[in-house]
Nanobody
Framework: QVQLVESGGGLVQAGGSLRLSCVAS???????????MGWYRQAPGGERDLVAA???????DYADSVKGRFAISRDNAKNTVYLQMTSLKPEDTAVYYC????????????????WGQGTQVTVSS
């Protein structure tokens, strides 16, 4: 089984900060140390897009929309990936999910087809 549990979302004003956490267990936890992990977000009516990723060796990648404002990190001992979000904008409002991104030419796809419940981030202006 794959278990992905996101937490840390909330309601903040523009310019504020939030720290999201994702705990992986089951097969996702077993393979956590060698899997890349990432954060996805889905705004109302929008697609679920990868916004930040971190490889097993710590190399990070960010979507242009969040670059310089978000920071992804991981704690392999806790099977946890974090997303530190600063300088939040109303455009960041979305449900945030974690998964393991697989990279292909032209894009990515999530490894696990079982998603967590996500955590809601709402940024007011």
């Amino acid at each position: 089984q794959v278990q992905l549990v996101e937490s840390g979302g909330g309601l903040v004003q523009a310019g504020g900060s939030l720290r999201l956490s994702c705990v992986a267990s089951g097969s996702a936890g077993t393979m956590f140390n060698i899997n890349a992990m990432g954060w996805y977000r889905q705004a109302p009516g929008g697609e679920r897009d990868l916004v930040a990723a971190i490889g097993s060796g710590g190399v990070t990648d960010y979507a242009d929309s969040v670059k310089g404002r978000f920071a992804i990190s991981r704690d392999n001992a806790k099977n946890t990936v974090y997303l530190q979000m600063t300088s939040l904008k109303p455009e960041d409002t979305a449900v945030y999910y974690c998964n393991s991104p697989l990279y292909f030419p032209g894009g990515t796809r999530p490894l696990f087809n079982s998603w967590g419940q996500g955590t809601q981030v709402t940024v007011s202006s």
